[in-house]
């Protein structure tokens, strides 16, 4: 008979046995999906004229109605006064406006009845023209014909022009991103009271003859898709393939401060705007890094018992990003803040990773990192979400396109550590770029 006993396993194998079961559990979690966050599905059309329509979509917007679609443009080379983002700023404020044929509303108004909303962005190397739209039949058809009839062949006017300048005239003397991109600045005009209609006219066929890329985004059933291709082909019936991102002219400016209405002493520092040049995101990982930092700045700032609040963005275009911030301050708190004699940071110090808590300390990097993928699994059910990533943060000629991040952002997302970040930092911001503007009261 056999001995019961005698264990089944000698001590030396039972040890192996238990090493390898942890091993192997280790490398399932260190492997395994974000179960939470979708992978999308991404399919390639194009429009009669040649422009490429991305579709994206996912499970989870099954049975959903909403529908995201985006027209967007590159800049294209600066040949004339006024700078093209002061025209695509007055163009598309245009278009926003009364541009409809024979319509005292804008498009918002003409659109909110019919569950959408229209949207627009620009910088200074792209152009979106946004839709947001239900795709009930109900709603659809009709918003699809009024869109056409607003893109196709809008009716700039000149009140609209004109009322638009009168309120536009006090330009900022100083902006902080100017210093960015100064060879461009400083020799063009920057007045947008100097625009005239026939220029918008131009600019807005300018852009079509710049066309990017139209980007769909949504739950659609055959017959809406086939609706919106239609419509799609009749907006972009003329438009023509951008040949390049856009021209702007490689400089590499160096840091300044300056110091904007201070007549004396007594003076206090009301407002700073900075800005600072970025490194063109190549990963997942990198954009991480700046949520994670962008989060870290905006909260180690707000808790200086000088200020009031912070404001953070980041323009990611494909060969010229920066990141740009507001702080208002108080007199009263900055006083208080001075006979306490508190530490203050300034905004120039975050740059660097010694003075970053989140850069430093293990505990603020996962709390921030762990804020952010909560985060993240909220946006990422979102198709406006997705719109904004597809246009804004990834590009068809840029190092990170929309599918490399798709196919790679949950990945990125689970083997993400603090010497990722760190490295990250160390690559992204171009600290030798400050700019910062400093608005006395």
Known sequence: MPDNSKPLFSRPVLAIIMVFCTLAVWVLQLTAPSSKLPTPNIETSETDSGIPIIWLEQDSWEGGDKVEIRFAFRTPAPQSTPTPTNLAQTTLAMLMSDSLPLSTASINQRLAPLAAQASSHYDYESQVIGVTLSSQTAYLMRTLSLVNNWLAEPVFKHRTLDGWQRRHTEIEPYKAEKGLFQNQQERENTDVATVTLEQVSQYYKTMHSNASAIYVIGNLNTEAKAAIEEVLNNVSKNDQLAVASTSIEDYEPT?????????????????????????????????????????????????????????????????????????????????????????????????????????????????????????????????????????????????????EFVSSYKEAIDTFTQTDYQNALTDLLKTSTYQEIQVYQ
């Not at 490194?279 to 180690?300: C, F, M, N, R, Y």
């Open 255 to 403: 840091s300044r401060t300056v110091e904007f209405n201070k007549k004396s002493a007594s003076d206090y520092l009301w407002q700073t705007q900075s800005a600072v040049a970025l490194k063109p995101i190549a990963s997942v990982k990198e954009w991480i890094s700046l949520q994670i930092w962008g989060a870290d700045l905006v909260s180690t700032l707000n808790q200086q018992t000088n200020m009031d609040f912070v404001q953070l963005a980041f323009t990611l275009s494909p060969k010229h990003p920066w990141a740009r911030w507001n702080i208002q301050y108080s007199a009263a708190l900055t006083q208080d803040a001075e006979s306490l004699n508190t530490k203050i940071l300034d905004a120039k110090s975050l740059l660097t990773q010694q003075n970053m808590p989140s850069a430093q300390d293990q505990a603020t990097f996962n709390r921030l990192f762990d804020s952010f993928k909560t985060q993240l699994e909220i946006q990422t059910q979102s198709p406006t979400w997705w719109s904004y990533m597809a246009t804004q943060v990834t590009h068809l000629d840029g190092q990170l396109t929309l599918e």
